[in-house]
């Protein structure tokens, strides 16, 4: 069974160790410090650091956690610091990873990516999502275009609904309160933004979260759903368009 350790780090950011075969795998280490610390209470060392994307709050541990424990670093930016392997094909990574796929997912950046564990045994399987999909939201769009970003999230929502989500920030609270803003007549994301609120009142991380539930209540996920249309008066817009008024707001939240 994968095991997956979420490490706060900085303000909001999330890093993650997963395990997996005695594989320790590090996800966008923006911080080396809290990630060392929680090797050696774990007594374990690191073999690979996996980028989502070359931003500074994914990736300012690199150098260091590569410098005391040698591990390799891969992602799909060449700018990200210390890179050993540049993937330029999606689907299954190289050994000792292979368990792991990546999804291209341009938008947020140019070269940005999520990694996708598919279901191992009685574990549904984990989705990796950098600054691209976070619970309630997405990311911004920073070097890409609003349809590749779009374009990238329809793949993440295609993901079997059982799939948890690991995503690079904690914004869900946020999140949530602008999608109440856009459906205020919404029960579940009102309930969404509920738990969420409990959640963090105990100062618990909001993840992870199933593909499932942000299908039905992340608005940027459902660019479809009569509700939301009606609720944003734009009932004959298309998807994409929908999307794109959705960023924008948010963008002025
Ligand atoms: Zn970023
Ligand atoms: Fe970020």
């Given at each position: 069974m994968p095991r997956i350790a979420i490490i706060p780090i900085h303000q909001d950011n999330y890093s993650y160790i997963l395990s997996l075969n005695g594989v320790n795998i590090a996800i966008?280490?923006?911080?080396?410090e809290p990630v060392m610390d929680h090797l050696r209470e774990q007594k374990c060392g690191l073999d690979v650091i996996l980028n989502t994307h070359m931003h500074q709050d994914h990736s300012h541990g690199n150098l260091a956690l590569k410098q005391a424990t040698g591990c390799k670093i891969m992602g799909r930016d060449e700018r990200i610091p210390g890179i050993d392997q540049v993937l330029t094909q999606e689907g299954a990574l190289p050994?000792?990873?292979?368990k792991l796929q990546m999804l291209a997912t341009p938008g947020h950046t140019l070269k940005d990516c999520c990694y996708y564990l598919p279901p191992q045994g009685e574990h549904p399987g984990a989705l990796f999502s950098g600054d691209t999909l976070f619970s309630g939201g997405c990311g911004r769009v920073f070097e890409g275009t609003i349809e590749q970003l779009f374009q990238s999230l329809q793949t993440l929502a295609a993901?079997?609904?059982?799939t948890l989500i690991y995503c690079g920030h904690e914004y869900t609270l946020d999140n949530y309160r602008f999608a109440e803003r856009m459906e205020p007549n919404s029960l579940a994301v009102r309930r969404k933004r509920q738990q969420v609120e409990s959640f963090r009142q105990r100062g618990e991380p909001s993840l992870p979260v199933s593909v499932g539930e942000e299908l039905e209540t992340n608005p940027f996920l459902r660019p479809h759903d009569p509700a939301l249309r009606r609720a944003l008066h734009m009932e004959d817009a298309s998807d994409l368009e929908i999307f794109t008024i959705l960023r924008e707001k948010k963008n002025r939240f």
């Open positions: 966008d280490p923006g911080e080396a050994a000792p990873v292979q993901l079997p609904p059982e």
